[in-house]
């Protein structure tokens, strides 16, 4: 087993695990507090977009991956729903869905290469803003979000390896957002901590 086989293994394990933990976190607590609906969407259309592009250039590894971490994107998005968010959240995710479908129908393999390593901007950027401007992100996985950045560092290396600019662009862009996003989560629960300590204690 070389190296690029290892590093598509690696990969494939976390893109069937990385969006698990925001899954049971939503089930756990039955609310969606800082989750956002239009992320998930956008984060399913994308990862199936990434799958198609796994079997059009023989890439099993990533479509593999990338298919399965789409479905429960997809049932994240349901339970986002169920629990609390609204579906007037839906922004870029139908956008997006009409981009990446007419890139794959009129250009094949070379339109979703362009379009999908910009596409975890249009999937990320939306939990960023929410991430940024809700006070409570109380269920917003951060074990979810550090395997992102796992996602994209793996990605990254294996895209080195493979010669392949478009799943390195998005190792690059997955990286940085998710880390903000992680960021965030982490600078949030240390104000959550700060407030509670200094909370004086009624007797």
């Known amino acids: 087993m070389n190296i690029a086989s290892i590093l598509g293994s690696a990969g494939t394990v976390i893109g069937l695990i990385r969006a698990v933990p925001q899954l049971v976190r939503l089930l756990r607590a039955r609310e969606a507090y800082g989750v956002s609906l239009d992320s998930a969407a956008t984060s399913s259309i994308v990862s199936f977009g990434w799958a198609a592009y796994g079997l059009l250039t023989d890439q099993v590894y990533v479509s593999f991956a990338t298919g399965s971490s789409g479905l429960i994107f997809a049932i994240i998005t349901f339970f986002a729903l169920r629990f609390g968010r609204n579906l007037k959240e839906f922004r870029v995710a139908p956008f997006w869905f009409v981009v990446l479908l007419l890139s794959g129908m009129l250009f094949g393999k070379n339109g979703l290469g362009i379009m999908l390593p910009i596409s975890v901007l249009a999937a990320n950027i ?3 803003w929410v991430a940024y401007k809700e006070g409570n992100l109380t269920d917003l996985s951060l074990g979810t979000w550090v395997l992102s950045i796992t996602d994209g560092l793996v990605w990254g290396i294996y895209s080195i390896i493979q010669h392949d600019i478009s799943i390195m662009i998005f190792g690059f ?8 996003i992680v960021s965030l989560k982490l600078l949030h629960r240390s104000k959550e901590k700060s407030l509670s300590s200094s909370t004086p204690c009624k007797e």
Request: proline fraction near 9%; aromatic fraction near 10%.
């Open 173 to 180: 862009f997955q990286l940085i957002t998710s880390g903000s």
């Open 126 to 128: 939306p939990q960023l």
